[in-house]
T-cell receptor
Framework: KAGVTQTPRYLIKTRGQQVTLSCSPISGHRSVSWYQQTPGQGLQFLFEYFSETQRNKGNFPGRFSGRQFSNSRSEMNVSTLELGDSALYLC??????????????FGPGTRLLVL | AQKITQTQPGMFVQEKEAVTLDCTYDTSDQSYGLFWYKQPSSGEMIFLIYQGSYDEQNATEGRYSLNFQKARKSANLVISASQLGDSAMYFCAMRSYGQNFVFGPGTRLSVLP
């Protein structure tokens, strides 16, 4: 079974631009979560989607948004990029959220560099 | 609020020896899951092992085992017979019912030849 895929793998943008990252979950998984990882802040939760609905959102400004499609694929968008948005963005999928027992499987991540 | 603590920023271990990576957690929930992930320099987070809060036996997966001490809120990862390929960051994480995953700050393990 194919794993979680993320595109693109690497991205270079300039301040003020916007970016869209894509994530395809493992087949049959309906929950997708996004994380931002930086050396200073560690792994921080952005948001989680299940059945095209955002279930939870982390403490990030409104410039960060996401959505999920009917086939469970998800996209996240960052508008008006800032230097501090440079990070590894990880997507993870699981069968379904909620019980605490569903393992999340991660994709390879998208490395975003904002100049 | 849930919290994961990993007190070892970095660890060194000799190849073929066993190593224990510490993890303590804080939660008031009764039902939760504990997870360990490995992150090599490539960046991808690799799932290693899972322990449910109601599981009475410690989880094992190949060379990985989880030393679960519920009363102490401890979920240490034990890697037996370390290999050079085990050099990576290791993250402890937990998830309670209806909650998001919470990750610890990680421990960087270096396996020495």
């Amino acid at each position: 079974k194919a794993g979680v895929t993320q595109t693109p793998r690497y991205l270079i943008k300039t301040r003020g631009q916007q970016v869209t990252l894509s994530c395809s979950p493992i087949s049959g998984h309906r929950s997708v979560s996004w994380y931002q990882q930086t050396p200073g802040q560690g792994l921080q939760f952005l948001f989680e989607y299940f059945s095209e609905t955002q279930r939870n959102k982390g403490n990030f400004p409104g410039r960060f948004s996401g959505r999920q499609f009917s086939n469970s694929r998800s996209e996240m968008n960052v508008s008006t990029l800032e230097l501090g948005d440079s990070a590894l963005y990880l997507c993870a999928s699981s069968l379904a959220p909620g019980t605490g027992q569903e393992t999340q499987y991660f994709g390879p991540g998208t490395r975003l560099l904002v100049l | 609020a849930q919290k994961i603590t990993q007190t070892q920023p970095g660890m060194f271990v000799q190849e073929k020896e066993a190593v224990t990576l510490d993890c303590t957690y804080d939660t008031s929930d009764q039902s939760y899951g504990l997870f360990w992930y490995k992150q090599p320099s490539s960046g991808e987070m690799i799932f290693l092992i899972y322990q449910g809060s109601y599981d009475e036996q410690n989880a094992t997966e190949g060379r990985y085992s989880l030393n679960f001490q519920k009363a102490r809120k401890s979920a240490n990862l034990v890697i037996s017979a370390s290999q050079l390929g085990d050099s990576a960051m290791y993250f402890c994480a937990m998830r309670s019912y209806g909650q998001n995953f919470v990750f610890g700050p990680g421990t960087r393990l270096s396996v020495l030849p």
